[in-house]
């Protein structure tokens, strides 16, 4: 059964940093493309990041560039996000969710991802 668990979010000053994880069971890692997403109230869910099943392609919204990096380690099951000079407008549940797919297949759009964990919130205030 595919599984995906995040952690890592929290209360942070503006500012601040953050890494968030999604530990993954029941598939190989390996196969899937992997993205972050989130979603603040009132709000329709927002694609963040993402990364390639090889790790070798990465995408990012406009509004976290340079600001947000997103790595993988297959033989943890793990994909990241590490997250710096944090905004208030960043806050939200951070969702991450797999995608199978081969080469340098990379998608910020949520309606390509099927399985969702339970998201982490992260709150961004001072």
């Known amino acids: 059964q595919l599984q995906l668990v995040e952690s890592g979010g929290g209360l942070v000053q503006p500012g601040g940093s953050l890494r968030l994880s999604c530990t993954t069971s029941?598939?190989?890692?390996?196969?899937?493309?992997i993205g972050w997403f989130r979603q603040a109230p009132g709000k329709e869910r927002e694609g963040v990041s993402c990364?390639?099943?090889?790790?070798?392609?990465?995408n990012y919204a406009d509004s976290v560039k340079g600001r947000f990096t997103i790595s993988r380690d297959n033989a943890k099951n793990t994909v990241y996000l590490q997250m710096n000079s944090l905004k208030p407008e960043d806050t939200a549940v951070y969702y991450c969710?797999?995608?199978?797919?081969?080469?340098?297949?990379?998608?910020?759009?949520?309606?390509?991802?099927?399985?969702w964990g339970q998201g982490t919130q992260v709150t961004v205030s001072s």
């Open positions: 990364i390639s099943s090889s790790g070798g392609n990465t």
């Open positions: 969710a797999p995608v199978r797919a081969w080469g340098s297949y990379c998608s910020l759009a949520a309606n390509n991802y099927n399985n």
């Open positions: 029941g598939f190989n890692l390996d196969y899937y493309a």
